[in-house]
């Protein structure tokens, strides 16, 4: 009996250690949110100082259209607010938009959110965020009607 619960919390124990963000191998994924839908990202390159590991991850992308390339657009309206959480003490968040002319522009965020432009299309964002422990880039994409 004793051996039995021994070796359960072990098992937990290692559980937990793995889970927990000292030993995260990347950059923690954004939840971006529109409408009250979660938008699906993509992981973009990255540099990842973590307790076990540090790496770094070049993904081969032109610009934040090619990043999405192959993402189905969430579909919004015109305007609609969209936010961006993101886990632990960010240090900067950048956000860039691609239209599919593949002009780009800054975004400005304000309380980790920012508008859906007004005219429609489909857009890319390319988010670069940067944390104590490295930096990361990530991309999703829009369609406004």
Do not use: H
Not at 9 to 29: D, K, Q, S
Not at 50 to 58: K, P, T, Y
């Amino acid at each position: 009996m004793k051996r039995g619960l021994a070796l359960a919390v072990l098992l937990i124990l290692i559980v937990c250690i793995i889970v927990f963000e000292p030993f995260r191998g990347a950059p923690p994924n954004p939840e971006v949110e529109a409408q009250g839908k979660d938008v699906p990202t993509v992981q973009g390159s990255y540099c990842w100082d973590s307790l076990l590991r540090s790496q770094c991850v070049d993904k081969t992308y032109r610009d934040g259209l090619d990043l999405v390339k192959g993402q189905k657009p969430i579909v919004v309206s015109a305007g609609e607010p969209v936010s961006i959480e993101l886990s632990g003490t960010i240090e900067s968040m950048e956000l860039t938009q691609w239209n599919d002319q593949k002009k780009s522009s800054s975004v400005t965020l304000k309380d980790d959110q920012f508008k859906a432009p007004t005219k429609p299309g489909v857009y890319a964002y390319e988010l670069q965020s940067r944390w104590e422990k490295g930096d990361g880039q990530f991309g999703f994409s829009l369609k406004v009607q």
